[in-house]
Each structure stands twice: as structure tokens, then as C-alpha cells.
């Protein structure tokens, strides 16, 4: 995994000592980011393929308004920070990006669009907070499976349209294809 330049020039700067002590600290950061977002993905993908087994799209929409931010709030708890979702084209508005995660998400699509594994790419940074402290930041790409495209996809039976329509009458994540980056978890804790 690449080693952000930020990370890097905090380390140079930080002194062998602290700089090991750092290096450490995010070491086990990007362990834990990539442990949690495993768990909130199968959590995640339980409860939809649940609700979609018995009640179809319509019954799977509820499910990701109501389940998604619940299980991100869980997420967050036991990682002691921020855990949720973002896109370039949200559902949710509540999910659009700030500065960084758009020009990361953008990133993401430039890679792949050059050929990148989209379910191998990742990022993350150590930012400077206001108060002088210190942040780790991490984001993941999240591929378009073809289970995504009943909701997502170019061809949204009508049925479900209505229902998005009706939740999100400002829904921007649908015309995606097979393979294309969907989105990003995206996670963040003090460090
Ligand atoms: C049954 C319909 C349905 C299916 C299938 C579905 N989604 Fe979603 N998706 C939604 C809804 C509804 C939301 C908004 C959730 C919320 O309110 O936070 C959403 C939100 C998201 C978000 C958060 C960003 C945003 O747009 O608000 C991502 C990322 C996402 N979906 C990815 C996927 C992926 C990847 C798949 C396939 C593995 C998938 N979805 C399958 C309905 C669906």
C-alpha cells in the first residue's frame, strides 16, 4: 500500500523517536480502518440480502435508509471515530463528501480508469486538526457488484424508482455499471 506523502513528511519531521512512535500508531490505524469496514460491509450485506430475500428491491430500500446509518453508528462507536459511506453521486445527501474525500474519491476513479483493481484501492493521510491535535483519515473504494444494480444501475424497475423516489427525492447514484467505483467507506479518528 502507498505510504501518503503527508505521512511521510510527518515523519521527517517528527524525529526518529516520535516518527517510530508515529509510524506505529498508524500502522495500526490503517489495521483497524480496514477491520471495521470488513465488518460494516458484512453487516451491511447481511441485512440487505436479508430484506431483499423477503420483501424484494422495495423491502431492501428501507432496509439501507433505516440499517446503513444505524450500522455506521455502531461502526463508529467501537472505532472510536467516524465510519460512514461517500460518493461523487450520492443517494443520501447526508453522505456527500467534504473537500478531501471528493478529491480521493476522484482519485480513486482517475486509477481505475488507468486500469486499477477498484476493489484494492485505498487511501489514507495524516491531517492537522484545528486545535493543533492530529487525525488519521482512511478511505476504501467500493466496487459495483452486480447485486447493486437493481438500485444503482442504468435499468431501475420502476416499482423501485418510485420507492427511491419517494426517499430521496434528490438521488444522484443510479446509471452506474458493473465494476465502476460506487463509492468509498470512509473512516476517521483521532490519532
Ligand atoms: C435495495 C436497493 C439497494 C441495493 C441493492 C444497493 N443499494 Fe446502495 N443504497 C441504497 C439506498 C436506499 C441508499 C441510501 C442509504 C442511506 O440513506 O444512507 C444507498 C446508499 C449507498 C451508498 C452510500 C452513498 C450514497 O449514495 O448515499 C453506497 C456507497 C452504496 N449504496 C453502495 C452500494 C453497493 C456497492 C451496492 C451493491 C453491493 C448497493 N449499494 C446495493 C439502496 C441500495
Redo the contacts with the bound molecule.
Keep these: 500500500m502507498k505510504r501518503t506523502i503527508l505521512t511521510l513528511t510527518s515523519l521527517a519531521l517528527a524525529g526518529t523517536a516520535a516518527a517510530a512512535s508515529l509510524g506505529e500508531k498508524v500502522d495500526q490505524n490503517v489495521d483497524d480502518s480496514r477491520a471495521t469496514i470488513k465488518q460494516f460491509a458484512t453487516s451491511l450485506?447481511g441485512e440487505?440480502k436479508a430484506?431483499?430475500q423477503e420483501g424484494g428491491?422495495?423491502?431492501?430500500?428501507?432496509?439501507?435508509?433505516e440499517a446503513?446509518?444505524r450500522i455506521?453508528a455502531e461502526a463508529s462507536e467501537s472505532y472510536g471515530g467516524d465510519v460512514?459511506?461517500?460518493?461523487l453521486?450520492?443517494?443520501?445527501?447526508?453522505?456527500?463528501p467534504d473537500g478531501w474525500e471528493r478529491e480521493v474519491l476522484q482519485r480513486f476513479d482517475r486509477l481505475a480508469e488507468r486500469g486499477a483493481d477498484p476493489k484494492k484501492l485505498d487511501h489514507f493521510e495524516v491531517h492537522r486538526t484545528e486545535d493543533g491535535g492530529r487525525e488519521f483519515r482512511y478511505m476504501k473504494a467500493?466496487?459495483?457488484?452486480e447485486?447493486?444494480?437493481?438500485?444503482?444501475g442504468e435499468n431501475i424497475p420502476a416499482s423501485?424508482q418510485e420507492t427511491?423516489d419517494d426517499?430521496?427525492p434528490e438521488?444522484?447514484?443510479r446509471g452506474f455499471e458493473k465494476g465502476d467505483i460506487?463509492?468509498?467507506?470512509t473512516l476517521t479518528r483521532p490519532l
Design positions: 450485506q440487505l430484506a431483499m428491491p422495495t423491502q431492501g430500500i428501507s432496509v439501507c435508509n446503513a446509518p455506521a460512514s459511506r461517500t460518493s453521486k450520492v443517494r443520501n445527501p447526508d453522505n456527500a467500493i466496487p459495483t457488484g447485486v447493486c444494480l437493481t438500485c444503482h423501485v427511491i426517499h430521496y438521488d444522484e447514484a460506487r463509492g468509498a467507506f
